[in-house]
């Protein structure tokens, strides 16, 4: 216990230092797998520990990335052009912060250009920086859109996000193929009702509903 309180010090040290070490990590998930009741030394399990602390770093790389970084750069030459970017289906996955079992889905993202425009991997990149981090789908949804709007500072931004949670799937209740949506609308998506049913009806043709 001590050397795990002597990890997480004060707020004002660096945060990477305040990371636990690659022994310690290694240490944990060796723990867990003794306490799930299998055998860490056994030959399919001896780098597992390693593999883990591997695959997590890759996992929750958001945590060491700034959205604003992403969205620093705008294009202001866009002929005039002053209506509706939307990009749909943008695949992700993340983890539950609850139960750290992955979350599934694809989000959509819009917004009402102010005289400036994203690169639209811009975009996809935002949602993966805030998806490689414990998430709940609503926090996540929120965010995404925070990033965006205070950011380009758009007439209006609007995010869905359809997703299967595998703490529902996986254990609990075991309802497989469940989707849970969520949404968030700024601006003029959201003081316009008729901005915000373009929005969904985009959507809805593009689905074919």
Known sequence: MDAIV???P???QDEKDARPSQSEVEAAVRTLLL???DDPDREGLVDTPKRVAKAYKDLFGGYDEDPEDVLGRTFEEVAGYDDMV?????PFFSHCEHHMVPIIGKAHVAYLPDGKVLGLSKIARVIDIYARRLQTQESMTAQVSKAIDETLRP???AVMIEAEHMCMAMRGIRKQGSTTLTTTFTGQFKTDPH???RFMTMLRSHNGH
């Not at 939307?86 to 943008?90: E, G, K």
Request: hydrophobic share 45%; proline share 0%.
């Open 35 to 37: 306490w799930v009741g």
């Open 86 to 90: 939307l990009v749909r289906d943008i």
């Open 6 to 8: 002597k990890s997480f």
């Open 155 to 157: 007439l209006g931004v």
């Open 10 to 12: 004060g707020k004002d």
């Open 195 to 197: 901005q915000q049913a």
